[in-house]
């Protein structure tokens, strides 16, 4: 059984920082993608980011130059500059890959960001 944790999620002022991080919990024989998404109340979840396990990342343009994604194994971050109000929402990841038993494809619980003066 495969698990995904998100956390690192919080308030900052406009132009602040943040870190989230992401892990994949279980027996995991690889990962192919490891991915963030946001969501507000009453709106679609959004994709931000993507890495593959080959290092290709992938960044929605409302982000590209503020936010990078990293992998490192099984812990995916993405570090959030130049935040901005817009930026608020619940931060999901998403991880695909394999186990011994087949494929997986799995969401964390989410990680609230709020940016607010």
């Known amino acids: 059984q495969v698990q995904v944790e998100e956390s690192g999620g919080g308030l900052a002022q406009p132009g602040g920082s943040l870190r989230l991080r992401c892990l994949a919990l279980?027996?995991?024989?690889?990962?192919?993608?490891m991915s963030w998404y946001r969501q507000v109340p009453g709106n679609r979840r959004q994709f931000v980011a993507s890495?593959?396990?080959?290092?290709d990342t992938y960044y929605d343009e409302s982000i590209k130059g503020r936010f990078t994604i990293v992998m490192y194994d099984d812990t995916v971050y993405l570090q959030m500059n130049s935040l901005e109000p817009e930026d608020t929402a619940m931060y999901y990841c998403?991880?695909?890959?394999?186990?011994?038993?087949?494929?997986?494809?799995?969401w964390g619980q989410g990680t609230q960001v709020t940016v607010s003066p």
């Open positions: 998403n991880v695909d890959g394999r186990t011994s038993g087949g494929a997986f494809d799995r």
């Open positions: 890495i593959t396990r080959g290092g």
């Open positions: 279980g027996t995991i024989f690889s990962i192919n993608r």
